[in-house]
Structure formats: C-alpha cells, structure tokens
C-alpha cells in the first residue's frame, strides 16, 4: 500500500500541505517524512486511555502482582485503580512481548515522530493537561467530531425506517426506550446471548436491540414473544440518529470510544458492557470519571466475566428508572451541553482547528 500511497500524494493538485493518518497507519510517518510533508496522527480513542496505558507501562505497574486480577494504584492518578485483567491483549501480560506488542510501540513511535496529534475529544481536561505536560508530539482536541457531521437532507417523501418509526410509536405513548448495541465486531456466544434477551424481557423495559444477525432461532422466538416491547434489527441503522431521539432514555453498550462520545453527545446514559480492545477501560472513565454510567455486573467480578440475566436486569431497571439512572442523565446532560459548547463557533475544538491550519500554512510559508 505504501508505494500506492506515496504515487496518489504527489499526483495531488495543489500539493498536499499535511498528512492526516490514523494512528495504526504508522507507516504513513515515513512516506510523509521522505517528501517534506507534516504529518498529523488521528487518534480516535480517550485521552484517559492514552494516560492510564502510559501510566501503567512508565511505572512499571503491569509487574506488580501475579493475579492479573489484583489491583493497583496509578502513579500518576492514585484515586484511578486498575486491573491487568481489565486491559486488553497483549497488556494484560506481565511482560508483554509478540508481534501485537511490537506493532503498538511501532505506530507508538511513528507518533511521536510526527508533527503532531488530533485527538476526538475535548471533555477530559486533566487527563489532556498530563499527556500534554510528559509526551509528544503536539496535540490538538479536535472533537466530539459526532457533532461536527453535516446535516443530512432528506426528501420529505423519502420512508422512515421501521425502527424510528417503532421508537415515534414509544414515543407517543411515553413509553422510555433503551438502546442495545455492542458493535460490529464481537460476536457473542449462544449462551450469553440468551441470558442477555431473558434479562431485557425480565426489566419490562422497552428496548431496540440491534444484533448482527436475526438468523439465530433464539432471536426469532424473542422477537415473537415480545411482540410491541422491543424491537430486534439486525440491518445496518443510523446510530447518532436512534440516540438523539427524544425517547431513547439509555445505552446498552461495549462503550468503544465513538459509541461513548454519540451516547455523551445525545445526553444519553451508558450501561456498560465492554467487550474487548480499550473498551474496559473506556468504560471505567463513564462510569468513575464522567459519571454517565453504571457497569454490568459480571458473575466472578471482573470486567470479562458472564452476565446472568437477572443481574443484566437489575441494571437495566437501575438505569432507566432508578435513582441512580436520574443522576446519570442529569450528568450526561452537562457533559453533552459541554461538548456543544466545545464544537460551536468560538469554541474550544473550533479553536484549535483554527490554529492547527494556522500553524500548518506557516509550515508551508517557511
């Protein structure tokens, strides 16, 4: 792909002034270092994230207990505790080693080797103000960039879906609806599948589930049971577009990182289910540090373990009509004016847009 890429960038009419790449295309910092480009890496997860892995791998911290399941403090952040186990393969090892291992420190150092970061985030100051003070490169908060998605027309006659159209019916009828989704690339075992469907028909809480496949016999006899409480999809839908509706009361989620910021951005609280990659930690920032969030409880504790239905229930009932829930949306409330605020004219994300193309076409001026 990197002969491809390079042909494509100086073909380019009016030449490119900067590279912008994700962060697992570390590749990309040597082809725009070889012809004179600026290079910019796009992270599209957490700046808590990015600190606690930084925090854990500087001091040392994944050595400290044989249990991956005992805890420990953060150096840097000693109210924060964490887990080995609540860290994704390969750092949920003592020492970590292998070709994954060896792939984060190589996009790791293409990073810090590049001109500067943009990071989709601008509601975690503190942990923006520690990655500022002690890495590098220089790094721009360019987000929620949920909130910077243009409008989509759509012709008067154009058909609603059938689930916006099943969330209007709640709607009128002012019944609360949870949001079920976990991404598209877990896929859940049979077994927790069905705690999971037993557990939404136990809470009596209507919900919209999307799954990635309605071909399961399970999913086929829930759909029928439940007839008008929920509603099952497993086509491709609009997520920012079912969390800003009105009766959409909550999020049943795997808490990656966009799906955490569409959910803030729509003022919407997150039950959280992490699933994999920096997920768990993800969801440790929503429910200890945003406080927008409860955490399923799992049978043996930790954030891998199995969720029986009738924990998932209790949760469920928890979130939207407990009185823990009605904390949650008021706090999700400030956090999503927050990020409004960030992204509007004048703003902080606006802001540091403007100054990244300021500084940029100077590059380009010397």
């Known amino acids: 792909m990197q002969p491809f890429f390079e042909e494509a960038i100086q073909t380019i009419t009016p030449k490119v002034d900067c590279v912008i790449s994700d962060v697992f295309l570390g590749w990309t910092q040597q082809s725009a270092s070889k012809m004179g480009i600026p290079r910019l890496s796009f992270y599209c997860t957490s700046f808590y ?147 999971i469907a037993i557990g939404l028909e136990k809470s009596k809480v209507s919900f919209l589930w999307v799954v990635r496949s309605a071909g399961d016999e399970l999913i086929r006899v829930l ?4 007839q008008e409480r929920g509603i099952i999809v497993s086509e491709w839908v609009d997520q920012q577009e079912i969390l800003g509706h009105e009766i959409v009361q909550g999020f049943l989620g795997h808490c990656g990182w966009n799906s955490v910021l569409e959910a803030i951005c729509a003022a919407v609280p997150i039950l959280a289910w992490p699933m994999m990659a920096e997920q768990s930690t ?35 009932i928890e979130l939207m009509e407990g009185e823990k829930g009605k904390a949650l949306k008021e706090a999700a409330k400030g956090l999503a004016e927050a990020a409004r605020r960030a992204t509007m004219d004048g703003g902080s994300s606006w802001h540091a847009v403007g100054k990244l193309i300021a500084e940029i076409q100077s590059q380009k001026s010397d």
């Open 49 to 195: 994230v990015m600190a606690v892995f930084r925090d854990v791998m500087e001091n040392g911290l994944l050595h400290l207990h044989e249990s991956g399941d005992e805890p420990f403090v953060l150096t840097s952040f000693p109210w924060i505790r964490a887990r080995r186990n609540d860290l994704d393969h390969p750092l949920n090892k003592c020492d970590p080693t292998g070709p994954d291992f060896d792939f984060i420190i190589e996009c790791s150092t293409a990073t810090t080797n590049s001109y500067g970061m943009l990071v989709n985030s601008e509601l975690e100051k503190p942990f923006a103000e520690y990655w500022n003070r002690n890495c590098r490169p220089k790094t721009w908060c360019i987000g929620p960039l949920c909130l910077e998605e243009p409008s989509k027309p759509v012709p008067d006659s154009a058909p609603k879906p059938k689930w916006i159209l099943w969330l209007d019916e709640k709607l009128a009828k002012g019944s609360p609806v949870l949001y079920v989704a976990f991404g598209s690339q877990v896929i859940i075992p049979a077994k927790q599948l069905q705690e």
């Open 223 to 226: 759909q029928d049971r439940l």
């Open 282 to 316: 993800n969801a440790k920032m929503v429910v200890e540090e945003m406080k927008t969030g409860l955490r399923v409880c799992t049978d043996d504790g930790t954030s891998k373990g199995f969720v029986t239905n009738d924990d998932l229930k209790t949760s469920v």
